[in-house]
C-alpha cells in the first residue's frame, strides 16, 4: 500500500431522501462507482477504500481488485455519524497515520483537476483541506427568518458567499485525532465551479447531474 494518501469512499447504506443512491444506476453504472473510478487514477498518490456498513455494498466494490475494503459500525452509518469519525475508523482499521481524502459518491461531476487543486494545497503544508463554491447571491440577497416574515439581509455589504460543496475533504491523520467537524478556521478552502458542485441528496439533484455529465 502506498503510505502518502489514502483515499476514503464513503458508502452507507441508508439514505432517507433517495434510496440506495449509492448503487443507483448513474449514466450506465451504480453512483458510487464514478467514484472510484477516479480515486483509482490517482494510484501514484495512494490507495482507495471503500467503507460501508453494508456488506451487499462491499461486496459490489469488489469487482475492483486493488480497492481496500472496510466494514463500518452502524452507529458510523446514522445522519449524525460525521465524516471525519468514519476517515478515523477506516484509518485506524488499517494503521495509516498520514494524509487522507475524502471523496464522496455524491459528486460523480468533480474531475481528476479539482482532486489535484486538493493535493497541491496539501503539498505546500496545509493541514486540512476542503472544497467549496461561490452561491449564487451575496450577503446582501441573503436574508434571516424573522417573526414578521419582513426581509432581512444578512448583511448589507455585497460580499461574495462560498459554501462547501462536499467533493473533497482531506487531512493529515494528525489534524483527524484533534479535530470533529471540517467546518473550522483551520481548513484551507479552495472554489470548484458550481456547474461540477452538484451534491447528490434528491431526486431532482440527480437527474440535473446526469444530464450535466452528459452535456
Excluded at 107 to 117: A, E, V, W
Amino acid at each position: 500500500m502506498n503510505n502518502n494518501y489514502l483515499f476514503i469512499i464513503p458508502a452507507r447504506s441508508k439514505s432517507k431522501r433517495l434510496t440506495n443512491k449509492n448503487l443507483k444506476n448513474f449514466n450506465g453504472k451504480p453512483l458510487l462507482f464514478w467514484s472510484i473510478e477516479q480515486s483509482m487514477r490517482f494510484k501514484k498518490y495512494g490507495s482507495t477504500l471503500v467503507t460501508s456498513d453494508s456488506n451487499y455494498i462491499l461486496k459490489k466494490c469488489s469487482v475492483y481488485k486493488d480497492v481496500l475494503l472496510v466494514k463500518r459500525p452502524s452507529y458510523l452509518a446514522t445522519d449524525n455519524a460525521s465524516l471525519i469519525d468514519v476517515a478515523k475508523h477506516a484509518a485506524i482499521k488499517l494503521s495509516f497515520i498520514k494524509n487522507i481524502i475524502i471523496l464522496q459518491p455524491t459528486s460523480p461531476l468533480r474531475k481528476d483537476i479539482d482532486i489535484k487543486k486538493g493535493i497541491s494545497i496539501f503539498n505546500k503544508g496545509a493541514s486540512a483541506v476542503m472544497s467549496q463554491a461561490k452561491l449564487q447571491y451575496n450577503t446582501s440577497k441573503l436574508g434571516i427568518s424573522n417573526q414578521n416574515d419582513n426581509f432581512r439581509e444578512l448583511n448589507s455589504f455585497k460580499s461574495d458567499v462560498y459554501a462547501p460543496n462536499g467533493a473533497f475533504f482531506g487531512a493529515s491523520y494528525e489534524w483527524l485525532k484533534k479535530n470533529i467537524t471540517f467546518y473550522d478556521k483551520s481548513v484551507t478552502t479552495y472554489e470548484m465551479p458550481v456547474e461540477r458542485s452538484i451534491d447528490i441528496d434528491y431526486k431532482y439533484q440527480f437527474i440535473m447531474a446526469e444530464a450535466l455529465m452528459n452535456q
